[in-house]
């Protein structure tokens, strides 16, 4: 056995480049590598190296947010429930089992993450358990809370929402519970400066796993309820056809005044635009008229793909444009599919940019996917598609760069400048080790299983680093961007 | 052309013989074995492949049934299964007969092919206005799921029935095994 494993990782052995010529680094690196990734075996990478990694316990990742607090910057990841090999693993700080939640580390030194704490979840396995989703506002920004904590809000499991006290981060405390008993919770968002929260919920009368619960949330230890919101034939007492259910969405705020709302995971994807002020403030009841309301249109995607995350970007100059008397800018919502099966069992789940200027008629302009043949993903085991983009708005790369969890295809790196142009110019695929866990397709009446990284989500902080997390328990890797990809960034 | 021409019958033939060989292992006294024959999938495509097909003829089931078949490999809820009838609502295809549907009850556990999930019974509204008794079935193994929903201009009960005993036979339950095996 330990022969044969050698053998292929000498066959799958791969150079790491760090620095310029993407294109030729890219393919030599991409063309040299054999369909399953090994232990030991190096990572890569183009354009993108490691600064740092985590293994967070061994547990399944979802969300990570990056909040800097103070002198420090604190990660805080979601996890997904244990596996069927171990669904409650150690915490090795309490050396209890316990059921996957949220990991807390800090990363103010990104070379040196250091693991702080870790808080349970809700028991159940893979989607059924966990603590998925993470967002953080300092208590100083939200217009009715403690101004001396920072609080962070998750999705607890299938059945509700947590908000901590996270301003010790080494030591959570409760603050509150929102909305228990639900069908499914999902990807939420939270507007820090006016505490407005959208939490992807399944309120128990609605016909859908998933919707919006629309909170109030300016005082985090008292939440008020505003509002139910979904699509029209996803409200109790409603019959025919259901529509696909609720994934995310994006606020812009009152001052953007528009919800980018994306429904599906990987089939029938829907992007909403929504008047966030009629939204908050218009009639409340779940009648089809009132779900109608605040709806400015919707873009329906194909039935193969689904819309996972819908991030916004208004007013991008387009180079190409700029001599035109009009419509020298655009507002482009990028939107991003999950891939849902391993080994490529379904359509391409990948990234869409719409240009969504003419609101009442937006339109697909571009996409983006990773080319299978140059990694041979499909044979690589587990997801290839995409999944999620980063969210942070920081200027750092707003507008710029765009990074996308692609599953076995690591993170890569977009120059979006042009987004009727999206141009790869980086990716990472970090190595596996021991605690990632396997993949499974039915073949023959038996599960046939690899291993390979699954890079679930990414997200960036404001001095630029790369955050990316495994959705197969390999934990954190914390990049930077190198050569062509760090000048197209326009960073030192 | 004459490519075409002989393509064509070999596909209805190797159709037939698909078929023939799923109807002459039918279970049960009714429907007779023999009366269900595998048609065309009769709906553009969707985000799923396309499913199987078959019609039993008045003669056979009382009311003409018609009754849709296919695995949707990759389903979120890979612990807790079909959990309710809303479930059954959203996943059995029903909307692809009719948008406009009602449930007539609550729905009932059901196993088919050693899988467990729910089936609940529906009034159609057909585009032409008529009405059409339908039941549609929801059931899961692991991450994926088995839809079914059959439809007739008869009693929903009969629907019901006709559509069940099919659905359990042999020869359905060794496809339904094989195709939610990546067969």
Sequence with gaps: MKSRTLFVAYSAIVVVTCCGGANAQQANTQQAATQQQVIGAPPEASNMKLVGSNDLQARSAYQPTIHHQGDRWIAYIGHHGGTDAVPDPVNPMTGKAEPNGTSIVDVTDPAHPKYLHHIPGQEGKYESGGAQMVRVCDGKSLPKGDADAVYMLRAVGSQGHEIWNVADPANPVLVTKIGEGLKDTHKNFWECDTGIAYLVSGAPDWRTRRMAQVYDLSDPAHPVKIRDFGLVGQEPGSTGAVPTEMHGMISTGPQGNRIYFGYGTDKGGIMQIVDRDKLLNGPKEPTPDNLRFPEISRMPMSAFNGAHTTFPMKDMPIAEFAKDKDGKTRDIVMIVDEAILNECGEPRQMVWFADVTTETRPMMISSFTVPEAGGQFCERGGRFGSHSSNESMAPVYYKKMAFIAFFNAGVRALDIRDPYHPKEVGYFIPSITAATDKRCVPAEGQDRCKVAIQTNNVETDERGYIYIVDRANTGLHILELTGAARRAAGLP | ?183
């Excluded at chain 2, 064509?8 to 024959?37: F, N, Q």
């Excluded at chain 2, 003409?64 to 079909?82: H, M, Q, T, W």
């Excluded at chain 2, 099919?166 to 094989?178: A, K, P």
Aim: aromatic content about 6%.
């Design chain 2, 1 to 183: 052309m004459r490519g075409l021409l002989i393509a064509s019958l070999l596909a209805i033939g190797t159709l037939s013989g698909v078929a023939a060989a799923l109807v002459a292992h039918a279970d049960g006294p009714t429907p007779r074995a023999g009366t269900w024959r595998e048609i065309a999938w009769p709906f553009p495509r969707d985000g799923w492949p396309a499913g199987r097909a078959f019609r039993c003829d008045a003669a056979a089931c009382g009311e003409a049934v018609e009754l849709y078949v296919r695995p949707k490999i990759g389903f979120c809820n890979c612990d807790s299964g079909v959990a309710d009838d809303d479930e059954v609502d959203r996943v059995a295809d029903l909307d692809l007969i009719s948008q406009r549907f009602s449930p007539l009850e609550a729905g009932k556990a059901v196993i088919v092919a050693e899988m467990a999930g729910r089936a609940r019974s529906y009034d159609l509204t057909m585009v032409d206005g008529s009405t059409h008794a339908a039941i549609g079935f929801a059931l899961s193994r692991r991450c994926d799921l088995l839809v079914a929903v059959a439809q007739g201009k008869g009693e929903a009960a009969n629907v019901q029935r006709v559509a069940t005993e099919f659905l359990g036979s042999d020869n359905m339950t060794r496809w339904i095994t094989v195709a939610l095996n990546g067969g």
